[in-house]
């Protein structure tokens, strides 16, 4: 019987390891990668405001392919940072978050090292944000493993976790 493609999320606080084990994943097990819309389209800008995240969510979204993928993030990163950012939450994220449906959820924990980036913003408050993130996927319920340690640490954890998925 053949096997059903997974769709499987990553998410986190930033510099936590998302893009490294999303990539890594897809190629690994051969899904389709879905990478970050908001590196896209804060690319060019200076800053941003909350409005924008309904922009970003709207086009992340829509680049998520029916089945089998691995997706850099997903709603739960606009939500988080709405929340924290702007102390507030807009009602397309609510409901894309509510809509939003992945077999398993990758929360990446922040005890790796900070690596700069211009569109990183926030490197004292990674564990309060990781906190943040494991709260919410808590309240809805989602499927979630929290992946820490080194990369390859991570690795055999993600291994382990999606082959548990295929086989049921």
């Known amino acids: 019987m053949e096997q059903s493609p997974l ?5 986190g606080p930033e510099s936590s390891g998302k893009t490294t ?16 819309y908001a590196r896209e389209f804060l690319r060019d800008k200076k800053e941003y405001h909350f409005h924008d995240l309904d922009t970003m969510a709207k086009a992340q979204a829509a680049l998520w392919p029916t089945l089998g993928f ?30 939003q449906v992945f077999d398993h959820y990758f929360l990446c924990a922040p005890d790796i ?17 990781f906190e943040l993130y494991r709260k919410e996927l808590d309240a809805l319920q989602r499927n979630y493993t929290i992946l820490s340690g080194s990369l390859v640490q991570r690795q055999e954890l993600i291994k382990i976790r999606v ?6």
């Open 163 to 168: 082959l548990e998925l295929y086989n049921g």
């Open 113 to 129: 090292p900070w690596e700069e980036d211009p569109l990183r913003e926030n490197p004292n408050n990674r564990q309060h944000l």
């Open 21 to 36: 084990l999303a990539k890594w994943c897809a190629q690994h097990f051969d899904l389709t990668y879905v990478e970050e």
């Open 70 to 99: 691995v997706a850099d993030t997903e709603m739960h990163v606009f939500q988080v940072w709405s929340k924290f950012k702007y102390a507030k939450l807009s009602k397309t994220i609510t409901e894309l978050l509510k809509e």
């Open 7 to 11: 769709r499987i999320a990553f998410t």
